[in-house]
Nanobody, 127 residues
């Protein structure tokens, strides 16, 4: 069983930055692909970013078109933590952000392929 705990959300003005963290329990964290998703009020959950897993120094990342160039996903396997650095934030980035883990190292943009989810952290961007 893997537990995921997000932190770092908050209120920020448009153009500002936030860094989300997701701390994971479990000894096999390094082997999991890790993703970030978000859900805005009245909208469906959407993919944000993913980073591959594995015992390697090279990780593959993939971003949704709406955040590419502004957000950066990274991981620290020694700390069992994945990060989402968010820059140039826009009001439309306002949502609850969820961290999720697959049980394989390959990336996926489909939430249904993720086995574990955190409780979410609220990000609010004011105009």
């Amino acid at each position: 069983q893997v537990q995921l705990v997000e932190s770092g959300g908050g209120l920020v003005q448009a153009g500002g930055s936030l860094r989300l963290s997701c701390a994971a329990s479990g000894r096999t964290f390094s082997g999991y692909a890790m993703g970030w998703f978000r859900q805005a009020p009245g909208k469906e959950r959407e993919f944000v970013a993913v980073i591959s897993g594995g015992d390697t120094s090279i990780y593959y990342t993939y971003y949704s078109g709406s955040v590419k160039g502004r957000f950066t996903i990274s991981r620290d396997n020694l700390k069992n933590t994945v990060y989402l650095e968010m820059n140039s934030l826009k009001p439309e980035d306002t949502a609850i952000y969820y961290c999720a883990a697959r049980t394989v190292p390959l990336t996926s943009t489909s939430g249904s392929t993720y086995a574990y989810w955190g409780q979410g952290t609220q990000v609010t961007v004011s105009s």
